[in-house]
């Protein structure tokens, strides 16, 4: 069933030792590396604003920084920031409750698979553009960016579900069985460990696109507090150092929800020995 | 007055395990097939309570099928199996089987819970946690009560597993092969903890094994199984007592010698 497989491996999985391992070497990066990226990352930004010399085309570091700078005091930053916080956030539940229903029970009944799997496989293969442009003729600005988020969102946690549910070891279950445990808890104490891994990868990588295509819409359907607004009109104006520094919030707020998700990844219990010494 | 007799079953050719003691499990004329497949016709066996019964027979003569029928988890479609009804029966796979994110003393409480209730769980916990406690000290592995089953080796996690079963309050164990896929010394190791614990804890056992071996430093009757479909072509009594068993003793080589020619395999 190829529309199943979803592009997110779970961090973690019994099975998947190579996948969790690898997954969970963050911590052990050489820091150096990582900073020497960095700088080599902020100097060809530096190199190619000089060489072009035009703050329109290529805002300087500085420039940006002094647009961020300029944007966090002004009055309707933080509202729009907010604004769209709350708004992703919004499509986000709305595709994990979904995604996590209907994931289920396509994980467990082989009739409600053949039936989602086509929704999403069409879900999967609409063009983001598509889906702002309709959800514009449809609904209220203010809801646009949530039902986007929500549509892109709800296939690859839907996806994951279902995996982990069929990845559930029978020979568990068996073993449940014939002890004769009673069916609560090998709910808890099977199913639900078993599937958690998938929800997290498929909540890790739902939650990166969501950011990105709750912005895209905001700035097409420009609700009055939204990053994805102040992106469209700092364009508008040709302050390009602003939309840089528009982008730069979206990239941290897409971060700090993804340091976030780690955090809870790390508080699984039977993965933390995978973080060594 | 010896512990089995045979004699000729229903079918032509089936041979019928006796026993002569009123206690213990029955097994009478048990059938079952999976479409064209008969995995046994006419097969009767009796179990003694507090022995360890073993099974010897080649891979895929039906023995998984036989202690799924007395676990419950597939039905019989002729025969019948007594004494097993209301007793609890423990299990013991060929893998561990252990719940990865638990510790070890967690896949313990996992089948324990019920057999000491959940309404006073202060009170409960106390003789729930010395009976792991004791059974984790006869498998050798107190001190990783706390470790996660990937920490640790294979035998170790297999170790686990039969102080599970154990801990299972329980009067019958099935084991189905559980020290396959080990190698020799380890093997030997782990029916060291499985003697220790039956030695305190004398459940009937039923156990199955393509071992010879295995089923004669174990087995104080040993059933020989042909091929499919599978019924008894021969048994014997392992009298010599379960600490003095040595692969090395004489007697134990004679029961080896019974075995093989049951087996139909020259030694």
């Known amino acids: 069933m190829s529309s199943f497989t979803s592009p997110t491996e779970p961090r973690s999985g019994r099975r998947r030792s190579a996948a969790r391992v690898g997954g969970r070497t963050g911590r052990r990066k050489n820091p150096w590396v990582t900073l020497a990226a960095v700088v080599v990352m902020f100097l060809i930004w530096q190199l190619g604003s000089l060489a072009f010399g035009s703050p329109i085309i290529l805002p300087s570091p500085a420039e940006t920084a002094a647009g961020l700078v300029k944007l966090l005091v002004s009055i309707g930053f933080w509202q729009a920031v907010g604004a769209t916080l709350f708004r992703g956030l919004a499509g986000f539940l709305l595709s994990c409750l979904c995604g996590t229903l209907i994931g289920g029970l396509a994980g467990y009944s082989r009739t409600a698979r053949s039936f989602v799997s086509p929704f999403l496989t069409v879900i999967r293969s609409t063009p983001v553009m598509s889906v702002i442009l309709l959800a514009l003729i449809w609904f209220h600005t203010n809801e646009v960016p949530v039902f986007v988020g929500f549509l892109m969102g709800f296939p690859i946690i839907c996806g994951n579900i279902v995996e982990g549910v069929q990845a559930v070891d029978r020979t568990l279950l068996e073993m449940a069985r014939a002890y004769r445990v009673p069916p609560l808890r090998v709910v808890t104490g099977i199913h639900l460990p078993s599937v958690f891994p998938y929800f997290i990868a498929g909540v890790s990588t739902a939650l990166g696109i969501t950011w990105k295509v709750v912005v895209a819409a905001e700035v097409l359907s420009q609700p009055v507090h939204a990053i994805g607004t102040g992106l469209a009109l700092a364009k508008y104006r040709l302050d390009t150092a602003e939309v840089f520094a528009w982008t730069v919030v979206a990239i941290l707020l897409s971060g700090a929800s993804d340091a976030l998700l780690l955090l809870v990844d790390r508080r699984i219990p039977w993965r933390n020995r995978f973080d060594g010494a | ?267």
């Open chain 2, 1 to 267: 007055m010896p512990f089995f007799s045979l004699s000729i079953g229903g079918s032509p050719g089936a041979i019928v395990l006796m026993e002569h003691e009123g206690m213990g499990i029955e097994i009478r004329s048990l059938a079952k097939s999976y479409g064209d497949l008969v995995v046994f016709e006419e097969l009767s066996l009796d179990l003694e309570e507090g022995s360890v019964s073993a099974i010897l027979g080649p891979s895929g003569c039906g023995k998984s099928t036989l202690l799924n029928i007395l676990s419950g988890v597939v039905s019989a479609e002729v025969g019948t199996v007594s004494g097993l009804s209301g007793r609890r029966i423990s299990y013991l796979f060929q893998e561990p089987r252990l719940l990865p994110w638990r510790t070890v003393e967690g896949n313990l409480d996992f089948v324990l819970q019920d057999s000491y209730g959940k309404a006073n769980r202060e009170e409960a916990s106390v003789p729930k946690r010395e009976l792991t406690g004791r059974l984790l000290d006869l498998v050798g592995l107190t001190e990783f009560k706390g470790y996660y089953p990937d920490t640790l080796s294979g035998g170790m996690r297999q170790r686990v597993a039969i102080a599970r079963a154990f801990a299972f309050p329980a009067e019958v164990l099935l084991m189905d092969e559980p020290f396959q896929a080990l190698d020799l010394s380890l093997k030997v190791s782990l029916m060291g903890a499985f003697e220790s614990l039956w030695r305190q804890d004398r459940r009937t056992v039923l156990f199955v094994t393509h071992d010879v071996q295995e089923a004669l430093l174990l087995g104080d009757a040993i059933a020989v199984l042909s091929a499919r479909p599978a019924c008894i072509v021969g048994s014997l009594r392992n009298d010599i007592p379960h600490g003095e068993r040595s692969l090395r003793d004489g007697r134990l080589l004679d029961l080896e010698r019974e075995l093989y020619a049951l087996l139909g395999v020259a030694h």
